[in-house]
């Protein structure tokens, strides 16, 4: 548990990424500022404090070169995104990929590239907070493509091109309300997927 902003400190471990580069080549690293709003703020701040150090995002690929991509019972009409989870404090990089991965998906996965760490400042009014993304391309070996955790409320999967991720990322960030900072914060990596693989 994290008491206050200042322990959070730095996110990611340098070493761990050293060894990740070595094991599956270079990779990209981007830097983000976002405005949010107090309540997103205040969920972010809450999660990174209580039980994550970032995020992996999972570009999970069929034998077909397709995205999987899924929607929530919660998300607004007609918005699918790249499967995403916390990275525990504790917990290595690659252990939640493939934590993840089961538990959202069901599938399991062999990872071939660490496509790129995505650096994030989130603001609210004077305040600011840190958070990261790692982005994975991981292909699919085995399992059934069905959800083991009732709890993400996962309603349906689409299988997409790499072409099709410009499209979603600006249907994220079309999203207005309530879901607006969420939606431009979530489309970030669906450009950054997109750009990479040639989208």
């Known amino acids: 548990m994290v008491d206050n902003m200042r322990e959070i400190g730095n996110l990611i471990d340098e070493r761990e990424l050293e060894k990740l580069a070595e094991r599956y080549g270079p990779f990209e690293r981007r830097r983000y500022a976002l405005r949010l709003a107090e309540g997103e703020f205040s969920y972010w701040r809450d999660r ?4 994550r150090r970032g995020e992996v995002v999972l570009a999970i690929q069929d034998a077909d070169g397709r995205l999987i991509l899924h929607t929530k019972d919660f998300y ?5 995104r790249l499967p995403s989870g916390g990275v525990r404090w504790g917990e ?15 599938l399991e996965i062999e990872v071939e590239r660490l496509l790129g760490v995505l650096e994030y400042e989130f603001r609210c009014g004077e305040e600011t907070m840190p ?32 072409s099709e991720l410009p499209k979603v990322a600006a249907s994220l960030r079309a999203l207005t309300g309530e879901w607006r900072d969420w939606g431009r914060f979530r489309a970030l990596a669906h450009d950054f997927v997109g750009e990479v693989l040639g989208g």
Request: proline share 7%.
């Open 92 to 106: 290595d990089i690659l252990s939640a990929a493939q934590r993840e991965a089961r538990e959202e998906t069901g």
């Open 131 to 162: 958070f990261v993304s790692y982005v994975f391309l991981v292909r699919e070996v085995g399992g059934r493509l069905i959800p083991q955790d009732a709890g993400e409320r996962i309603a349906s999967f689409r299988r997409v091109p790499p």
């Open 48 to 51: 990174l404090a209580r039980d």
């Open 76 to 80: 607004p009409a007609g918005i699918y």
